[in-house]
């Protein structure tokens, strides 16, 4: 869907082709910021059609200014999104102004902290991730579809659609299938768990990419030589991943590295607690004080992993405790339209500092 340049106050560049946790981002994002009036437009690959774009014979309007406005907000999660601001505003003197969003949990190179100085307006996805930022900015957690991740009306009805044994408890692990993302963690968690806890399976849910292939292959031949085939189960990609959610009574978020983290947040959006490791913002989105919707243990420790899963799987009264927790403290917190609010409430900030 082409977007009218004149009337686009915001642009979103996408200058990666490959699917990301940013590119996620933008396409849930667009949408719900376009209904609240903020006039977005994307820009690049990789990005469904029914979300407004411009092309790049667009950009050649860049120079006027929008209708209503003395520049265009341009908003950039990448460094080479940065830098084509940059030579946009500075260079070609096209009046916008440039917005960034970090979610680095690193020391930034000297190209990249160049590239922030040159912003003016910047936001951090979480508070790990502002502690690396040298400049002002806001902090401004991610947020999800809460209408799309919903807890189910009868667990066991889902189940039994996805094939599932509905008379078992489920513990689930859900996103692409890699070290990286420490599945192997949560299959050896499992394998440990589940002989003594006849009442429970689990779940992997997601794919691994020809690179992993190998990954998978092991993974899969531990659980056969547990003898747990039956009860650990890959489950593959699937488009209808709420659905998956609705099946668990358990999520585990096993990662060693990870920049933000939505999974553990459409789980609790749909009524399931969490277990999740230190890395990410996973230890700002799982409520553990009186609210208790999980727990978050150290990255890489199986034994701690293992414990924490352990205490909601033989705990029934403290798991559907955390259950009724979960998805209030997404819908008070972590909503995707909450997000789109404070995003253009930076933007108005940048207009009110850069154009008054």
């Known amino acids: 869907m082409l977007s009218d340049p004149s009337r686009t106050l915001v642009i979103a560049p996408n200058l990666k082709r490959r699917l990301s946790g940013v590119t996620t981002s933008i396409i849930q994002l667009i949408p719900v910021q376009n209904r609240l009036g903020q006039k977005i437009a994307v820009f690049g690959p990789g990005l469904p059609d029914h979300l407004p774009r411009l092309r790049l014979r667009d950009l050649a309007q860049m120079w006027r200014a929008p209708e209503g406005r003395p520049s265009r907000i341009w908003h950039a999660r990448r460094n080479v999104e940065m830098l084509m601001g940059v030579v946009m505003r500075d260079i070609l003197r096209m009046p916008l102004k440039l917005v960034f969003t970090s979610a680095s949990q690193r020391v930034h190179s000297g190209w990249t902290r160049f590239l922030i100085s040159r912003m003016d307006g910047v936001i951090a996805t979480s508070h790990k991730t502002s502690s690396y930022l040298k400049v002002p900015h806001r902090v401004s957690l991610h947020g999800i579809n809460a209408e799309r991740f919903s807890p189910p009306v009868d667990r066991r009805e889902v189940r039994s659609a996805l094939s599932l044994p509905p008379d078992q408890k489920l513990a689930g692990c859900f996103g692409r299938i890699r ?175 850069f154009d008054a």
């Not at 002989?195 to 659980?223: D, N, Q």
């Not at 947040?265 to 999740?276: F, T």
């Open 179 to 353: 070290h990286q993302k420490g599945t192997d963690v949560f299959v050896d968690a499992m394998i440990a768990l589940l002989p003594s806890r006849p009442g429970w399976s689990a779940i992997v849910a997601g794919r691994a990419t020809a690179s992993h292939a190998s990954y998978l292959t092991e993974l899969k031949a531990r659980v056969a030589a547990a003898d747990l085939s039956d009860r650990i189960l890959f489950v593959g990609e699937h488009t209808n991943i709420n659905e998956w959610y609705r099946a668990l009574d358990l999520f585990v978020a096993p990662q060693r590295w990870e920049g933000f983290g939505l999974t553990p947040l459409e789980a609790q959006a749909s009524g399931v607690p969490v277990v999740a490791t230190d890395v990410g913002a996973f230890d700002e989105i799982v409520a553990q004080d009186s609210g208790e919707t999980g727990l978050v243990v150290q990255k890489d420790d199986l034994g701690a992993l293992a414990a924490a899963a352990a205490a909601f799987m033989d705990d029934d009264a403290r798991r559907n405790a955390a259950a009724e927790k979960a998805r209030p403290h997404v819908l008070a917190n972590f909503t995707i339209e909450g997000e789109a609010e404070r995003l253009c409430e930076t933007y108005e900030e940048v207009w009110r500092r």
